[in-house]
């Protein structure tokens, strides 16, 4: 058989020898592997599987996202704080995407704006952690840094830090699109479905709320088609995966050079971010993120200068490509509108447009008596409410939201109409890591939102 020419043989090597120079850095938060000849073994195995997403698809994510900086989109990105390869299942992805649709859907109508859906999903395998070990009861072990890592059981085996996982990562990522491709392509998602969506969940009153805006939707619907209108359109949506850009033993090998533009992308999600306890100007996750096409995220907290935010700007975004850079912000109820002003008022002055959007789950993170990892809603709301607030006063645009959400009834966060209290979390908590709003708490969260972006 002919040789065939190696993919990367059109490649001005300098792109290639960055790729790696992430080497030559500082990188936070990588785990200790048990051993090295299994971590080489799984990267070379990663190295030769197929992408999971493809470069044109990112490409169009990225005009997406332009659209969403200038005022014309808006992204709503959620889901799993942590995937689980154990929750993998298709009734959890189904909730999740159903309440992504739902929640989108809320948001189109009241804002009369395109929303651009994408899963924290198919990839959100690993975890940033405060300590490197856990102890309980005197017996200290690895932290658990995500499914792509280790496991949750506090056992010395289960908390083995195990590259084999980046292998499991990839292949429950690839069955995770797979099924979030059929639901979004094949029917499932059809607008004319909105009632559908709303099936098999608990009724309360959020979900009461949606029928009737579903109902007028019905109503929109069957008035287009009166006029002839062609619903073609209607009947698949986009649909993008995004993750946290954490270990580079993953992402490193996923990394794939184009072949109709000769540039790298990584294929393991459309959109990757940068969690605030790796966003370090000179470490090694945001020299590896300038060098790929994919639309980067970086999370900012209230520690954030402007400084900070005008050095990511250069660093990530040096030709102000409309759609590369999305801004993050999880300050916190009680900072936002303290902290933010001083950070937009800076980007304000530059030619740069990154996209804005908020997180108001990870700045308001408590630990309720009973000894949960919690959220008030109200404080989740407030932040949302500040960050709209933030931006009328500047004069730019809220281009979206960051949730940490599940379709799931459990209960995580406190409050909401349904007011969960400390005693209920001891019955529905499910979460390995942040606590998510539910399926109702979610659908609320759209409702305030959709109302803030009517306002405007
Ligand atoms: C997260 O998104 O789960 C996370 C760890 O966020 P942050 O980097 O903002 O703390
Ligand atoms: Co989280």
Redesign the pocket.
């Known amino acids: 058989m002919a040789k065939t020419e190696s993919p990367n043989a059109n490649v001005d090597p300098s792109v290639l020898k960055g790729l790696d120079n992430y080497v030559n850095l500082p990188a936070a938060q990588q785990p200790t592997w048990y051993d090295s000849g299994v971590l080489e073994a799984s990267k070379a195995e990663l190295s030769k599987l197929p992408p999971l997403v493809f470069a044109g698809e990112v490409d169009t994510l990225r005009s997406r996202l332009a659209d969403a900086a200038a005022g014309k989109a808006f992204l709503l990105q959620g889901g799993d704080?942590?995937e689980t390869f154990a929750d993998a299942t298709a009734d959890r992805i189904r909730n999740r995407v159903k309440t992504l649709l739902q929640m989108a859907v809320v948001l189109m109508y009241g804002s009369s704006l395109p929303v651009i859906k994408m899963g924290r999903m198919a990839g959100q395998f690993a975890?940033p952690r405060s300590n490197n070990t856990e102890t309980r009861d005197g017996v200290e072990l690895p932290a658990y840094r995500g499914d792509a890592v280790n496991g949750y059981d506090f056992t010395a085996e289960s908390r083995l830090n195990d590259p084999r996982r980046l292998l499991q990562a990839y292949h429950t990522s690839a069955s995770t699109l797979n099924l979030i491709r059929a639901f979004t392509t094949g029917g499932f998602a059809d607008l004319r479905s909105v009632h559908e969506w709303n099936k098999g969940f608990t009724d309360n009153p959020a979900n009461i709320r949606y029928e009737t805006l579903a109902k007028e939707i019905d109503r929109a619907i069957q008035f287009m088609a009166a006029a002839g209108a062609d619903f073609e359109g209607l009947k698949t949506t986009e649909f993008y995966v995004s993750h946290e850009g954490l270990l580079f033993d993953y992402e490193r090998p996923m990394t794939r050079i184009d072949s109709r533009t000769n540039t790298p992308y990584i294929t393991s999600g459309h959109f990757i971010w940068i969690g605030e306890r790796t966003r370090q100007l000179d470490g090694a996750h945001v020299d590896f993120l300038s060098r790929v096409r994919n639309p980067i995220g970086v999370k900012l907290g209230p520690s954030t200068s402007p400084s900070d935010v005008i050095e990511l700007i250069e660093k990530l975004d040096p030709n102000r490509e409309p759609g590369r850079l999305t801004f993050i912000t999880r300050m916190g109820a009680g900072k936002i509108r303290e902290e933010m002003p001083k950070l937009v008022e800076a980007v304000k002055g530059t030619d740069a447009n990154p996209l804005w959007i908020t997180d108001p789950?990870?700045g308001n993170g408590i630990t309720t008596k009973n000894g949960y990892k919690s959220r008030r809603f109200d404080d989740v709301m407030d932040e949302v409410r500040g960050f709209f607030e933030v931006h009328k006063a500047a004069g730019t645009f809220p281009g979206g939201i960051h949730i940490?959400l599940t379709g799931d009834d459990v209960a995580e966060c406190l409050g909401g109409s349904e007011q969960i209290d400390e005693a209920t979390l001891e019955e529905r908590y499910e979460s390995l890591?942040?606590p998510r709003l539910n399926h109702m708490q979610s659908l609320e969260l759209s409702f305030l939102v959709a109302e803030e972006l009517g306002k405007r």
């Open positions: 704080c942590a975890k789950m990870h940490e890591c942040d």
